[in-house]
């Protein structure tokens, strides 16, 4: 199993990226897809999910972030917009079937992407 991340990058504040996440030896659509973020010196943390056709953010991306899945690529991307400093950090996409109230824990997912950086400048 190898999920493979993609499209981080270093843009302005306010500005937009797209991350993509493609699976091989897995198939999305059977799993939760996820991603979390890590900034230097802090712990992992939600970002946001994709489970059973509805989504789930963390506050922080509520408004700014949104997830999808695109089951015909086996990809799930997450489309970050309004972007500010405080968004940098190393973003990872994870596959797993925790139960909802469980998403946002990082332990219950058992496979990673290698992580893609996201850097915003001031």
């Known amino acids: 199993v190898q999920l493979q991340a993609s499209g981080g990058g270093l843009v302005q504040a306010g500005g937009s990226l797209r991350l993509s996440c493609a699976a091989s030896g897995l198939t999305f659509r059977n799993y939760h897809s996820v991603w979390f973020r890590q900034a230097p010196g802090k712990e992992r943390e939600f970002v946001a999910a994709f489970k059973g056709g509805n989504t789930y953010y963390s506050d922080a991306a509520k408004g700014r972030f949104t997830i999808s899945r695109d089951s015909a690529k086996n990809a799930v991307s997450l489309q970050l917009n309004s972007l500010k400093p405080e968004d940098t950090a190393v973003y990872y996409c994870?596959?797993?079937?925790?139960?909802?109230?469980?998403?946002?824990?990082?332990?219950?997912?058992?496979?990673w992407g290698q992580g893609t950086l996201v850097t915003v400048s001031s």
């Open positions: 994870a596959a797993g079937r925790p139960i909802t109230s469980a998403l946002m824990t990082p332990d219950l997912y058992g496979y």
